[in-house]
C-alpha cells in the first residue's frame, strides 16, 4: 500500500496513521451536512481525510480536527500543513471526553470506532482507534450534543447494525434524526453501514440508499455524483 493517497486536489500520507486511508471517510466526508457551517469539529480526525474533504467543500469555514493518538496526530498535522487550506484547520492532540470550547460547532462530524467484540489482541495504536471503549457512543452523543450550535448537524457513519440503537440514544440527548443514508457495496449484499445526520430540531426523516457498485470498480452513478470531486479517477 502506497504511504501517500492522492486526491484531485489535496494528497493524504497516511503509513503512520492507525487507520488508514478507507471509503467510510471518503462517503462520510462527502455526504456530511457542511454547507451553512462556520465552525466545523472533525471528531478522532485520524489522518485527517475527513477535515480536509470539508475544507474543499467549505471555502470559508473554520475547521477543528481532534485526534487522541500522537503518530496519527502528527501525521494529519502534516497533512494539512501541505494543503491549500492549512490556515483553516486546526489540529488537537486531545481525547474528545476531555475537549474544552468557548465556541459552539455548526457542523459537527465523526468516523468513530465501532469494533466493539472484545478483541484488543491488535497493537495499542490500532486497537484504540477500532474499539468502541476509546470513545463510547453515549460520550460521543452527549458530547457533539453540547458542543453543537442551536441549528447545527452532527454527522455520523456507524454499522448498519448499531443504527437503531444509535438513533434512540440521540434522542435521548436531544438529538433528532435528519438523514439517513444506508450503504450497501453492491445492490444484492446486505446494507453495512449507515450514514446518519442529526440536528437539535425534530422533523420528519428523510431515508435513502447509496449502492457503491454495479460490478468490481464499476461505480453507480449516484457514488460517482457523491465522491467525483475527490477521486482522481472519477
Same mark, same amino acid.
Given at each position: 500500500?502506497?504511504?501517500?493517497?492522492?486526491?484531485?486536489?489535496?494528497?493524504?500520507?497516511?503509513?503512520?496513521?492507525?487507520?488508514?486511508?478507507?471509503?467510510?471517510?471518503?462517503?462520510?466526508?462527502?455526504?456530511?451536512?457542511?454547507?451553512?457551517?462556520?465552525?466545523?469539529?472533525?471528531?478522532?480526525?485520524?489522518?485527517?481525510?475527513?477535515?480536509?474533504?470539508?475544507?474543499?467543500?467549505?471555502?470559508?469555514?473554520?475547521?477543528?480536527?481532534?485526534?487522541?493518538?500522537?503518530?496519527?496526530?502528527?501525521?494529519?498535522?502534516?497533512?494539512?500543513?501541505?494543503?491549500?487550506?492549512?490556515?483553516? *484547520?486546526?489540529?488537537? $492532540?486531545?481525547? &474528545?471526553?476531555?475537549? !474544552?470550547?468557548?465556541?459552539? /460547532?455548526?457542523?459537527? %462530524?465523526?468516523?468513530?470506532?465501532?469494533?466493539?467484540?472484545?478483541?484488543?489482541?491488535?497493537?495499542?495504536?490500532?486497537?484504540?482507534?477500532?474499539?468502541?471503549?476509546?470513545?463510547?457512543?453515549?460520550?460521543?452523543?452527549?458530547?457533539?450534543?453540547?458542543?453543537?450550535?442551536?441549528?447545527?448537524?452532527?454527522?455520523?457513519?456507524?454499522?448498519?447494525?448499531?443504527?437503531?440503537?444509535?438513533?434512540?440514544?440521540?434522542?435521548?440527548?436531544?438529538?433528532?434524526?435528519?438523514?439517513?443514508?444506508?450503504?450497501?457495496?453492491?445492490?444484492?449484499?446486505? *446494507?453495512?453501514?449507515? $450514514?446518519?445526520? &442529526?440536528?437539535?430540531? !425534530?422533523?420528519?426523516?428523510? /431515508?435513502?440508499?447509496? %449502492?457503491?457498485?454495479?460490478?468490481?470498480?464499476?461505480?453507480?452513478?449516484?457514488?460517482?455524483?457523491?465522491?467525483?470531486?475527490?477521486?482522481?479517477?472519477?
Amino acid at each position: 500500500m502506497s504511504s501517500v493517497f492522492q486526491f484531485k486536489k489535496f494528497s493524504v500520507h497516511h503509513d503512520k496513521a492507525a487507520m488508514k486511508i478507507g471509503t467510510d471517510g471518503v462517503l462520510l466526508g462527502a455526504w456530511a451536512s457542511i454547507s451553512n457551517a462556520k465552525n466545523i469539529l472533525d471528531i478522532g480526525s485520524g489522518t485527517g481525510l475527513i477535515a480536509l474533504m470539508v475544507a474543499q467543500r467549505n471555502e470559508k469555514a473554520l475547521i477543528t480536527a481532534l485526534e487522541i493518538e500522537p503518530e496519527s496526530f502528527l501525521q494529519m498535522q502534516h497533512n494539512f500543513n501541505i494543503s491549500s487550506w492549512k490556515d483553516r *484547520i486546526q489540529a488537537v $492532540l486531545v481525547d &474528545f471526553q476531555n475537549f !474544552e470550547s468557548d465556541i459552539l /460547532f455548526d457542523s459537527i %462530524i465523526s468516523n468513530p470506532p465501532f469494533y466493539d467484540d472484545g478483541n484488543t489482541n491488535l497493537d495499542v495504536q490500532r486497537s484504540v482507534a477500532r474499539h468502541t471503549h476509546s470513545l463510547p457512543y453515549s460520550i460521543l452523543m452527549q458530547k457533539s450534543a453540547s458542543l453543537l450550535s442551536k441549528e447545527g448537524e452532527f454527522n455520523v457513519i456507524i454499522p448498519y447494525e448499531n443504527e437503531e440503537n444509535i438513533i434512540k440514544l440521540a434522542h435521548a440527548h436531544q438529538l433528532f434524526l435528519k438523514r439517513c443514508t444506508r450503504v450497501q457495496g453492491r445492490v444484492n449484499t446486505k *446494507i453495512k453501514r449507515s $450514514l446518519l445526520c &442529526f440536528s437539535k430540531v !425534530e422533523n420528519n426523516p428523510v /431515508f435513502n440508499e447509496l %449502492i457503491i457498485e454495479k460490478d468490481r470498480h464499476i461505480y453507480t452513478e449516484d457514488y460517482i455524483n457523491l465522491c467525483k470531486d475527490f477521486y482522481l479517477k472519477m
